[in-house]
T-cell receptor
C-alpha cells in the first residue's frame, strides 16, 4: 500500500534554532517528492519538488534531501523564524502516467516556533 | 497574476443540505483537482478535471460531484451533507493536464456541517 509517514507529528523550537522534519514513504513506482508549507486555515504552498535523481534542493532557509534507496526525505529549516510556524506536508507522486490522483499526502508535521 | 481563487471562504450547512464550492484556477492552468482536508490530517484527493471531464477520482462517494467549465473554472458539489463532511476543501490547479506538474493551491473553503 502506498503510504507517506511523517515525523515528528509536532515540534516546538525556539526562534533562531534549526530543525529537521522527516518523511518516509512506501510509494512505488516513485515519480517525485514534494514538500509543502501550510499555514493554519490556508492552502498549502510548494517549497520544493525533487525527482529520483535529485538528492538535495534548497529554497531559501529550507533544504530538502531525498534518499530514493531508503525512501526517506528530510526538510531542514535553518535559523527558524516565527513565520515558519505552520504544518509541513510531504507529498509523494506515484508514476502511473502522472495524474494528480497519484499524489499521496502525509499528515504533516506541525511546527511551532517560539520567541 | 491572480492565483487560485476559491469561494466561499467559510460556510455553515446542516445535515442533509447540499453545497456548491467554486474554484478559479491560476491563469494559464487547465487542470483542477479538489481535495478534502479534515482537521489535523493531510489533504485527501477527491477528483481531477481536465478538458471539462472528470479524469480521476479518489475514494469518495457519489454524493461528491463536480464540473469544469470552458474557462477552466470548476465547482465541487456535495449532496446530502453529513457531519463528517466538515472539512477544509482545497482546490489545486496545474498546467500539465494528466502529468504531475507544479500544483498551486487555493486558500480553501471551510465547510462546517451542523
Amino acid at each position: 500500500k502506498n503510504q507517506v509517514e511523517q515525523s515528528p507529528q509536532s515540534l516546538i523550537i525556539l526562534e533562531g534554532k534549526n530543525c529537521t522534519l522527516q518523511c518516509n514513504y512506501t510509494v512505488s513506482p516513485f515519480s517525485n517528492l514534494r514538500w509543502y508549507k501550510q499555514d493554519t486555515g490556508r492552502g498549502p504552498v510548494s517549497l520544493t519538488i525533487m525527482t529520483f535523481s535529485e538528492n538535495t534542493k534548497s529554497n531559501g532557509r529550507y533544504t530538502a534531501t531525498l534518499d530514493a534507496d531508503t525512501k526517506q526525505s528530510s526538510l531542514h529549516i535553518t535559523a527558524s523564524q516565527l513565520s515558519d510556524s505552520a504544518s509541513y506536508i510531504c507529498v509523494v507522486s506515484a508514476n502511473y502516467g502522472g495524474s494528480q490522483g497519484n499524489l499521496i499526502f502525509g499528515k504533516g508535521t506541525k511546527l511551532s516556533v517560539k520567541p | 497574476d491572480a492565483g487560485v481563487t476559491q469561494s466561499p471562504t467559510h460556510l455553515i450547512k446542516t445535515r442533509g443540505q447540499q453545497v456548491t464550492l467554486r474554484c478559479s484556477p491560476k491563469s494559464g492552468h487547465d487542470t483542477v483537482s479538489w481535495y478534502q482536508q479534515a482537521l489535523g490530517q493531510g489533504p485527501q484527493f477527491i477528483f481531477q478535471y481536465y478538458e471539462e471531464e472528470e479524469r480521476q477520482r479518489g475514494n469518495f462517494p457519489d454524493r461528491f460531484s463536480g464540473h469544469q467549465f470552458p474557462n477552466y473554472s470548476s465547482e465541487l458539489n456535495v449532496n446530502a451533507l453529513l457531519l463528517g463532511d466538515s472539512a477544509l476543501y482545497l482546490c489545486a490547479s496545474s498546467s500539465l493536464g494528466f502529468r504531475t506538474g507544479e500544483l498551486f493551491f487555493g486558500e480553501g473553503s471551510r465547510l462546517t456541517v451542523l
